[in-house]
């Protein structure tokens, strides 16, 4: 028997949720900036759970336990040994969140009554962001909740809080199905079971109205997968007339699935969408493709966290000129940056996890039912919802990388911790380890430590940086400047502020009234962009602006290594071939110029090559000896 939950796991609820919904109205801190605030509330909760260390707790299943430390273990250790730090802080503060709210729920928050609360406050917002969508679907109106949120405008498609509406499916599907599942299953009074129902059909509507067609997919999965373990429990139950209850549960299914398909054939920009994908499939398969070609350039380890960034910049089409950070496919992702110990460490660590809840889910629907007498009960409705609610990733992993943003991450750290601990008592031996269980829970502090450190030095440099990027973006260079020297005064290790600061330099060189006041900030400049490249030395603009800087200041000779680099680490765009033919053009390397300006056409970049050759042809004819 153990005891029931004190004020503590309320107060550890309460922040929980406070950190979930401040990352939700964040745009799901998709930015690093807009993820470190719940980093410092979660390192909080993490480090306050000493003070339940000695309580006695429903045991965690071992496997679940093993499976997550051999995972994360590799996660983190491989992070560490990436080759661009920054680059890795998105994955690192991610994951190290991602494993506090695991272990909260696993460790802490097993009691039922608390885990249902938090799905009532998931619901909450997920009743918000369903009529934030439905205003953004039918009006057109996309706003930020806070001014300084970058604003998106995807047309007749709902993107809440999120700003991207393929992350916001990925939170209406597992708020959808776990909120419906409580409101089928759970024992919560009929108003309220009624309330949430409602309110999760508004959420699986809202997976229609994003046009995420990743999220379409994965949700009539996960719902196949709810409708199947409710059929099952059904079958075992004592419900009278069950099976005027099962034929109905099989009409509604059919009426929905006629009513969502009405809806997308009715209207056009939904229509259009589908259309696209059967007949072109997207870009998704040239950024696969990408994946594929880094997974090959070492299979084993891969290429580390964060790394996807220039390695896709190094393989993709010719006529894609946009960066993709991340490969729209969280499987391929995986396997390019942490290799096939890592995909292993998934599989390992997602199987043990599944097995788990079906076991849980067989136990309840048969021993524990025989000995309860009835079947609805707040844990089965949980385990059902929890399982529903994976399933719908499987696919949409496949699609999309949902796992990247840091909100709906901290959501599926919620159904990881419901199915490694269903919130009972189990009589299976993998639970009975109490000991290991109890010196388990020393890791939630220490990951709370670990998080605190790494995360909130970070917030002055990451404010610091975004105001120097929207400075130079105005062409307010010296306010730019001012902003990269602030950041770079509190952290050092953020290449992304020398970039800045090289690039308002650069800015206040051209504006200058002549060669001589122009010198000094592009000495800065190149000064700047040297230390930036210190710290991320594959980067494109970073290159790109030390090369600029050094054609400016005539030091052809020197820069030409630099553009000779961006060219060899991206071989295929065609704009790369066009910088480093007008390099070539101002040292007066002419045959070299042209022949980087034919292939920049060849390539696909037409009208800047044409001009390029033709300013080429003109100078060729004024400097030629005239008879």
């Known amino acids: 028997m153990y005891p029931p939950p004190n004020a503590l796991n309320y107060l550890y609820l309460g922040l929980l949720f406070i950190a979930l919904t401040v990352i939700e109205f964040l745009a799901g801190g998709a930015s690093l900036l807009f993820s470190l605030p719940s980093w410092g509330i979660l390192a909080l909760v993490a480090v306050l759970s000493l003070a339940s260390f000695r309580r006695d707790r429903i045991p965690v299943n071992l496997f679940c336990l093993l499976g997550s430390v051999v995972f994360f273990a590799y996660i983190l250790g491989r992070i560490r040994a990436s080759p661009v730090e920054y680059l890795t802080r998105h994955d690192l503060f991610s994951v190290l969140g991602a494993l ?16 249902l609360l938090l799905v009532l406050g998931l619901l909450m917002l997920g009743a ?5 969508g439905a205003i953004q679907y039918f009006r057109h109106q996309h706003f930020t909740l806070f001014s300084f949120l970058p604003a998106s405008d995807y047309g007749a498609r709902a993107s809440g809080f999120y ?8 939170f209406f599907e597992v708020v959808g199905l776990i909120g419906l599942s409580v409101a089928c299953w759970g024992r919560w009074s009929h108003w309220l079971k009624v ?9 699986l509507t809202g997976v229609v109205l994003t046009g995420s067609r990743g999220g379409c997919l994965s949700a009539a999965f996960g719902f196949l997968v709810f409708i199947t373990l409710s059929l099952l429990a059904l ?37 259009l969408r589908w259309v696209d994908f059967l007949q072109k499939g997207g870009n998704r398969l040239e950024m696969w493709e990408a994946a594929v070609k880094q997974f090959k350039t070492s299979p084993t380890v891969g290429t580390g966290s964060g790394t996807y960034l220039f390695y896709e910049r190094q393989f993709r089409n010719p006529f894609d000129s946009a960066d993709a950070i991340y490969a729209h ?14 995909a292993i460490g998934c599989l390992l660590f997602l199987g043990v996890h599944v097995g788990n809840g079906l076991k849980s889910f067989h136990w309840f629907i048969t021993e524990r039912l025989q000995a309860a007498g009835r079947i609805r009960s707040d844990t089965l409705a949980l385990n059902i919802g929890a399982l529903s609610a994976l399933s719908t990733y499987l696919i949409h992993s496949a699609f999309d990388f949902n796992l990247h943003i840091p909100a709906n991450a901290l959501l599926l750290a919620i159904v990881f911790g419901i199915l490694a601990n269903p919130g009972v008592g189990m009589p299976f031996k993998s639970d009975h380890y109490a000991r290991i269980n109890r010196y388990s829970r020393l890791v939630l502090p220490a990951l709370g430590v670990w998080l605190a450190l790494v995360s909130l030095p970070t917030v002055q440099g990451e404010y610091f940086a975004r105001k120097a990027r929207a400075a130079n973006t105005d062409e307010d260079f010296s306010t730019g400047a001012k902003a990269a020297l602030d950041g770079i005064s509190h952290e050092k290790g953020n290449p992304y502020l020398y970039l800045y600061l090289g690039e308002a330099l650069f800015g206040l060189a051209e504006s200058a009234s ?11 400049a190149v000064h700047s962009y040297r230390k930036g490249l210190a710290l991320f030395p594959q980067d494109r603009y970073l290159i790109l602006g030390m090369g600029w800087s050094l054609d400016a200041l005539k030091e052809f000779e020197e820069s030409e290594s630099y553009f000779k680099q961006v060219v060899a680490a991206e ?15 101002s040292a007066s390397k002419w045959d070299e110029a042209e022949a980087e300006y034919n292939k920049s056409m060849t390539l696909g970049w037409n009208w800047a090559a044409k001009l390029g050759l033709e300013r080429l042809a003109k100078e060729r004819t004024a400097a030629a000896p005239h008879p």
């Open 128 to 132: 918000v962001n369903a009529g934030l």
């Open 195 to 203: 309330s949430a129902g409602y309110v999760s059909l508004m959420c």
């Open 514 to 524: 002549g060669p001589s006041d122009a010198e000094m900030p592009l000495k800065g």
């Open 329 to 342: 496919n969280d499987y391929l992702h995986l396997l390019a940056e942490y290799g096939i110990v890592g």
């Open 163 to 170: 700003g991207c509406p393929d992350h916001l499916a990925g």
């Open 100 to 115: 506090i709210v695991y272990c909260l729920m696993a460790f802490y928050l097993t009691d039922p009554k608390q885990r």
């Open 571 to 585: 071989p295929n765009s065609p704009q790369i071939h066009a910088y480093y033919a007008l390099h070539l053009h």
């Open 235 to 271: 079958r075992k139950g004592v419900i009278a007339h069950k099976w005027v209850l099962i034929v109905s549960i099989i009409i509604a299914l059919g009426v929905t699935g006629v009513g969502m398909s009405y809806l997308v054939s009715s209207q056009a920009g939904l229509r």
